[in-house]
Nanobody, 124 residues
Framework: QVQLVESGGGLVQAGASLRLSCVAS????????MAWFRQRPGKEREFVGF????????SYADSVKGRFTISRDNAKNTWYLQMNSLNAEDTAVYYC?????????????????WGQGTQVTVSS
């Protein structure tokens, strides 16, 4: 059974940092595009960023560019979301996702594996 499990969420003050992790099991995702999405209260799930299979190409939403960084460790079947300078607008449930097709996309519809989500709450 394939599982993606996020961890690292929590409650922090504005300006703080957090690092989220996503560990995959049940298959390898070394050839997949890995991404992070988030769902803020009352909003639809939105793209945060992705990293390609080799880890040499990344893309971020404008709202997090310069503050968030995605990385991956294929040997550990794990990827990360480093979040710096957090603010209240970053409060959301964060999801990791994997796209095992050959596409590289920001669209959540192209991602075929998802984690259960981890809550990040930023107090102002």
């Amino acid at each position: 059974q394939v599982q993606l499990v996020e961890s690292g969420g929590g409650l922090v003050q504005a300006g703080a940092s957090l690092r989220l992790s996503c560990v995959a099991s049940g298959r390898t995702f070394s050839s997949a595009t890995m991404a992070w999405f988030r769902q803020r209260p009352g909003k639809e799930r939105e793209f945060v960023g992705f990293i390609n299979r080799r880890g040499d190409s990344r893309s971020y939403a404008d709202s997090v560019k310069g503050r968030f960084t995605i990385s991956r460790d294929n040997a550990k079947n794990t990827w990360y979301l480093q979040m710096n300078s957090l603010n209240a607008e970053d409060t959301a449930v964060y999801y990791c996702a994997a796209d095992t097709s050959t596409t590289i996309s920001r669209r959540k519809e192209t991602y075929d594996y998802w984690g259960q989500g981890t809550q990040v709450t930023v107090s102002s």
